[in-house]
């Protein structure tokens, strides 16, 4: 007869334990807690600080209210909370914690420490602490907290986070995993908490990865942590009386759509998931969105705590509410008011006359006789061959065009969108106009062209690398070219014309130094601007941005002596915005000293250049002093039909 196992408590260390797993289950759990904590603080700027993904180091600090001294020997003991005295204030808690399991749980499965400073505190004072309770530095000293310098506010150090539950460590997948949830929870309750500054890095890394401002909006946010979604919201706010509920936050519209949905849900400030509101905009924008597209959401939620329970999930990732079916229905038919009010900012072709109407006659010398949009079969003809490389390399090198069409990447750099904003904000809509709509009659002379707008007639490559970053082609050399022996190149010619100045070093150095500045950088090149360079320091590929379009080579040299001295690499914005500019002088199209070569160029302005004009140009007010109008098709109908 096997023997009936008795029944016996469990130690006290091993009921810790198993609670804190289930409140802990991952570091940006654990983060979520701390910064509920910090913003329930009265916080108006977080700190993070990350290694390995957290679980060798998790750090935030705040410049909320503190902790009292005489409260820090209970602090990491379970279920004591500064926000709850009695159940029944569940029914009306308005903070993010109330449980007071956050820091237990954390102190028995990570070591903890904790400096903090009230406003009225004389000093700061720094704990350590483990299973709970507090523990001396070293063995044999006092566990009290100890003074020490420090800011009004709380740090909240857990280093070594599972490092006496192995089973849990190992299930854990990456550390670029684990920073990338923490990202996430940080991205989330920055954006919510718009009036709060939030920053938050790696261990040894010189940028955050996410940094906001405590003066910036919502919409700002988004847009710095999101990018180009920002300009796509729609405004969303809805009182709903009968249930006491508030809808606020930015949906996107229908011209926007992502492989992805980003559901940003905030019940009553708390970051949750609702599987039932989700579901449910999946059906509204179902209709809207070509298939596979998803839209961005930022939902926040405001109903009367009596009608929510907060206490159904370990983590409150989940929260229940009264009248959710009636939430759901009110909040989708928000949701299609407003974005059938937004119709208007899509485009759509009409028919412009009625079938059958009368149409309205058009005076003969008003006519267009002329289509921007049709090409002709020159552009298809006598296409030059592309230009030979004049580098003094063994063997002839020829270029391979590779029109690869890769899924285009989505680019979220601040710098990127700064810099083309900044293109915007420069230009002549009436010039950007003539030249997207424009008809190319002829080249005039080398610097001169003539084309046609509508009935008037007049007499590029830096926005084009701008608006295909992280998405150009790429020219593929058949046989490699040595940066360093470009540069040298450079170098002797730019010696021949006195340009160096006095005490240079030796050139063979300068040379050597540029090849080795460049090669440190080819991963970034690489990925951003599809210049391809191996280890040896030779250029394997360049980037090509107008299709079909090949850069004269005899520039190249001087192109790299030019990214060794002319290039910002110390910044991103200047390092983008320098190195752009060095592309778009290396790609501009030069008049030919050959008068043979001539019809090679008349014929790249002409079905390379100019047709660029019209997809990727935004014409500046500079351009005013070098575009005339030379004549106006009215006026010369009229003094033809004199004659």
């Known amino acids: 007869m096997e023997k009936v196992p008795s029944v016996r408590k469990l130690d006290p260390t091993v009921v810790n334990r198993i609670a804190a797993g289930e409140v802990i289950q991952r570091p940006s759990n654990a983060l979520k807690e701390l910064i509920e904590n910090s913003l329930d603080a009265g916080s108006t700027q977080i700190q993070i600080l990350v290694k390995d993904g957290g679980l060798k180091l998790l750090q935030i600090q705040d410049n909320g209210h503190g902790i009292k001294k005489e409260d820090m020997a209970i602090v990491c003991e379970r279920f004591t909370t500064s926000k709850l005295n009695s159940f029944s204030d569940l029914s009306s808690i308005a903070t993010h914690g109330f449980r007071g399991e956050a820091l237990a749980s954390i102190s028995h499965v990570a070591h903890v420490t904790i400096t903090t400073k009230t406003a009225?505190?004389?000093?700061?004072?720094?704990?350590?602490?483990?299973?709970?309770?507090?523990?001396?530095?070293?063995?044999?000293?006092?566990?009290?907290?100890?003074?020490?310098?420090?800011?009004?506010?709380?740090?909240?150090?857990?280093?070594?986070?599972?490092?006496?539950?192995?089973?849990?460590?190992?299930?854990?997948?990456?550390?670029?995993?684990?920073?990338?949830?923490?990202?996430?929870?940080?991205?989330?309750?920055?954006?919510?908490?718009?009036?709060?500054?939030?920053?938050?890095?790696?261990?040894?890394?010189?940028?955050?990865?996410?940094?906001?401002?405590?003066?910036?909006?919502?919409?700002?946010n988004i847009r710095k942590l999101y990018g180009s979604v920002a300009s796509e919201l729609l405004p969303l706010e809805k009182t709903l009386d009968t249930l006491n509920v508030k809808i606020s936050g930015y949906i996107s519209n229908a011209n926007y759509s992502m492989k992805r949905m980003t559901m940003l849900l905030f019940i009553n400030h708390r970051s949750v998931e609702s599987y039932a509101i989700k579901r449910a905009i999946d059906v509204v924008y179902s209709t809207l969105l070509p298939k596979g597209g998803y839209p961005f959401i930022y939902l926040d939620l405001e109903i009367d705590p009596k009608n929510v329970d907060v206490n159904v999930h370990p983590t409150k990732k989940e929260v229940h509410f009264l009248n959710q079916d009636k939430i759901i229905e009110s909040l989708i038919d928000t949701f299609e008011q407003v974005l059938k009010s937004a119709n208007d900012s899509r485009t759509f072709y009409v028919q412009t006359t009625l079938h059958g109407a009368r149409e309205t006659e058009v005076a003969e010398y008003k006519y267009v006789r002329t289509d921007s949009a049709a090409t002709t079969l020159d552009a298809y003809l006598n296409r030059p061959k592309h230009d030979a490389m004049d580098v003094d390399q063994e063997g002839e090198s020829s270029i391979t065009l590779n029109n690869t069409a890769d899924t285009r990447v989505h680019v979220n750099l601040a710098s990127i969108h700064t810099l083309r904003k900044r293109v915007k904000r420069n230009e002549n809509k009436e010039l950007s106009s003539i030249f997207g709509h424009h008809t190319f009659i002829s080249c005039v002379d080398d610097m001169l062209a003539l084309i046609q707008y509508e009935q008037n007639i007049y007499i590029l490559f830096y926005q084009v690398i701008l608006g295909q970053f992280h998405n150009m082609g790429q020219l593929i050399l058949s046989n490699p070219i040595s940066i360093k022996e470009c540069a040298l190149i450079a170098i002797e010619i730019e010696e021949s014309k006195g340009n160096l100045p006095e005490g240079t070093e030796d050139a063979n150095e300068i040379a050597a130094s540029i090849s080795t500045l460049i090669i440190s950088k080819r991963l970034m090149l690489k990925e951003y601007f599809s210049i391809e360079i191996n280890e040896e320091g030779e250029l394997i590929g360049l980037p090509m941005i107008i299709r079909d379009y090949v850069p004269c080579m005899d520039k190249l040299p001087l192109f790299f002596l030019r990214l060794g001295s002319e290039v910002d690499w110390e910044t991103e914005l200047g390092c983008f915005d320098s190195l752009t500019r060095e592309l778009a002088i290396l790609y501009s199209l030069d008049s030919p000293l050959n008068q043979s070569d001539k019809s090679d160029y008349f014929w790249k302005v002409e079905h390379l250049i100019f047709p660029s004009f019209k997809t990727h140009f935004i014409a500046s007010e500079k351009l005013k002093n070098f575009i005339t109008q030379v004549a106006n098709l009215t006026d010369l109908y009229k003094i033809f039909e004199r004659c």
Do not use: W
Not at 123 to 129: E, K, N
Not at 169 to 191: G, P
Not at 193 to 198: A, L, M, T
């Open 120 to 220: 009225d505190s004389p000093c700061a004072y720094r704990a350590l602490y483990a299973d709970g309770v507090l523990v001396p530095v070293k063995p044999g000293q006092s566990a009290d907290p100890k003074p020490c310098a420090g800011n009004n506010g709380t740090q909240i150090t857990a280093e070594d986070l599972f490092f006496n539950t192995p089973t849990r460590l190992k299930a854990l997948k990456s550390y670029s995993d684990e920073y990338t949830r923490i990202l996430d929870i940080v991205t989330r309750y920055a954006i919510h908490n718009s009036g709060v500054s939030f920053t938050c890095r790696k261990q040894g890394a010189k940028m955050s990865d996410v940094q906001t401002s405590s003066g910036a909006s919502i919409v700002d």
